[in-house]
């Protein structure tokens, strides 16, 4: 009986020891994968928030585990976030450099699509009788949406001006989509390309 206990308090105290040996470790892990995600996580949130949510997932539980003392839970689950914050920040870099390519061809057909469609809702507005297929609430939707969308490529070309072309092309994008769904809904003649 003597024996059993003193080989559960040396079982006890091995597994302290070995617990306090991954201590160090663990913590250096989170707080290394951590500091990863924190360099990109802003920009994370704004072009692969489907990427960046297991990983904050991952880090919330591993910090949950370092706070509850298991310590080897924190080091299985930042192992793997090196690569998977690689790949986010890879993923992040690849999405800003395709809408900062796609700014070029928005600021240059977006302004002709705005201005076909306020000349199109102001011929519409100054008509006595609209074309068949059209209503008065028809047009006035649209002339809201182009307000809208005029306001909206303001802030695109704002952030295109402070070199933020990947915000200029994601705003130039929703323009793009609201003046071509106002022209649609007026019959009017899309560009080919559209």
Known sequence: MKNSWRAGVALLALALADCQ????????????????FDSVGADAQKYAPEQA??????????????A??????????????????????AAVNAKKTELAAAWPAL???????VGALKS???ILSASRRLPAGLTAETVNAAKTGLESATQL???ATTAAEANDLAGAATKGAEV??????????????????I
């Open 176 to 193: 793009k989509a609201k003046v071509v769904e106002a022209m649609k809904s007026l019959n009017m003649k899309l560009p080919t390309g």
């Open 21 to 36: 040996s991954q201590k160090g470790p663990a913590q250096a892990s989170l707080s290394s994968a951590q500091a990863a």
């Open 153 to 155: 490529w303001t802030e």
């Open 120 to 122: 199109r809702v102001d």
């Open 107 to 113: 600021s240059a057909s977006v302004p002709k699509l």
């Open 68 to 89: 509850k003392g298991d310590y080897k839970a924190v080091l299985a689950q930042t192992e793997p976030l090196t690569s998977q914050i690689s790949a986010l920040s």
């Open 53 to 66: 949510k297991p990983i904050q997932d991952a880090l919330a539980a591993a910090t949950d585990a370092a």
